[in-house]
């Protein structure tokens, strides 16, 4: 196995072998370890000497179910510390099967040119071929329109991570796309401005075409087969996760309707947590309004190779046509309740131009709230949120302001009630109605994000064992344990959605860490899920101390203390010194 070193300063590049100290490392974990070792903590995010990594989980390329995720990881210019966020695609695929276990890109090139860089299998070497290409010629574009432009160059077999405009604008809102099944730019690692890091390298496109290369080396590979049965069984089980079931019929915009009724939907940039057109947008009305638009029900698929959850929805137009795919829990409410549009053709063609300009849906949305929230335009008035998206793609002054991000747009327009932490826009659960997700919110090494630690499981959907979402008590555990079993899962390159399967079935558990001892000859157990877990915050959390980050940091933003939710009128009464507890100590 090989770590890739790219230097865009002069465009050559050099295959190591995976140093002793990252061979047991995949994904998050070595993306946040590189980072730790090799970047400055108070460099800046867009200057020559952050770096870019890209790194596959470390059982994805294999038949693991539902393991093909990637991880990039940098220091981010949205939060100021370290980032990482994954992605599922077949690109993921393509770099682990070619040997590579990370792909690390340094330094920026003087003159202001894009280039796209080509990685294939050259079997006669048996080893990656790389290679530089001009790519000027797609800047400014669609990423609808570049994207076939890129499979009639390189062919079919190819797969795709890059940027869109957002990424050149050099916008703290910007992510990084990858190819669906179908070859269309919707997947997305798009939290944290990483699009925009990898565009300060002028660095477009990476390009894979894996074509006869070898598969990914397993040790024990009885051992692997196991855990791979065991956990898919689990997948194929599980009311959530298993064929027909809750995300395989209505997406995980199946999640619409049920924070909604737990009164922790946040509504109108964060007013209410009811929304009262919820019914309008959620997973059932999608699958209701394709089936009469298609004129049979349509299930969802897979994002990416090996999926068995299937979890990704289409929306279609009134002629049966594809509008967009897809409409995810997250872009659903932040597109829409978030902003009072209960519009589900508005809210897709919203989707739809985030995929086109390389945006985060959540940050989008977040930024529109403040927007509304200092009278730019009405909330619930769909089409004008759809102009403002079109200013942040053609780079107008006042889409650059909204391009970057909620935190620094509702400053500059003056606005007082900004859902963010540590400059990141919240996702789509109210803390003061879902305490633990706000303790995850506030403590994350990543800013407000609700997959660094899912406490919805526990709160909301009784996964893993049913706690009260109103009370305070013991969330610093519970968010802790579950920050650091995530750090570890996102290092796997498993979706974090196996997570609903093996928190209530053992087997399943025991299944997806015998697939990394497989695959590594490692004989970890379920405590060392945690420790390893716990070690990777460690030094996320020691790079932000570094960077600045600290105590004060760690916290909600002043509203959420004094403004009362309806319908629960409660305020995020979580106190400080339990947040101080929750990662301090890791």
Known sequence: MWILKINMSDKTYKLEDVPNAYKNLGGRGLTSTIVCDEVNPLCHPLGPNNVLVFAPGIVTGTDAPTS??????????????????????????????????????????????????????????????IEFLPADEYIGSDLYAVFPKIYERFGKGISIAGIGVAGEYGYANSGIVFNDLKGQPTRYSGRGGLGSVMGSKRLKFIVTSAQGAPEVPIVDKALFDQGCEKLANALRTHDITKPKGGLNTYGTAVLINILNEAGGLPTRNFKTGRFEGAPKIAGEAIFEGNKTRVGKEVYNHACSPGCIIQCSNTWYKQDGREHVSCVEYESDWSLGANLGIDNLDQI?????????????????????????????????????????????????????????????????????????????????????????????????????????????????????????PLSPEGKAAISRNLQAATAFLDSTGHCLFIAFAILDIPSGFEGFVEECN???????????????????????????VAAGLNDSHDRMPEFMKYEPLPPHNHTFDVPDEVLDSVLKTV
């Not at 077949?90 to 990685?119: G, L, N």
């Not at 497989?518 to 932000?544: C, M, P, Q, S, Y």
Request: with cysteine; aromatic share 6%.
């Open 348 to 468: 897709a063609e919203m989707v739809r131009l985030c995929n086109a300009y390389g945006l985060d849906t959540i940050e989008t949305g977040g930024t529109l709230g403040v927007a509304a929230e200092a009278g730019i335009f009405k909330f619930g008035d769909g089409e004008k949120a759809i102009e403002l998206i079109h200013e942040i793609g053609k780079g107008t002054p006042l889409g650059r302001i909204l391009g970057s991000g909620t935190a620094s747009a509702g400053r500059v327009l003056g606005v007082v009630r900004i859902p963010a932490v540590k400059g990141q826009g919240m996702p789509a659960y109210e803390p003061r109605a879902v305490k633990g997700i706000g303790v995850t919110y506030a403590t994350s090494t990543m800013g407000a994000d609700h997959t660094s630690g899912y406490t919805i499981n526990n709160e909301i959907l009784g996964v893993g064992g049913k706690v009260d």
């Open 518 to 544: 497989g695959i590594l000859g490692t004989n970890w157990t379920a405590e060392d899920v945690i420790k390893i877990g716990l070690e990777i915050l460690r030094k996320e959390r020691a790079f932000n």
């Open 68 to 129: 093909a995720r990637v991880s990039v990881g940098a220091k981010s210019p949205l939060t100021g510390g370290i980032k990482e966020s994954n992605a599922g695609t077949s690109w993921s695929v393509d770099v682990a099967r070619m040997k590579i276990k990370a792909i690390v890109v340094y330094s920026q090139p003087k003159e202001d040119k894009y280039w796209m860089i080509h990685i294939s299998w050259d079997a006669k070497e048996e080893r990656p071929k």
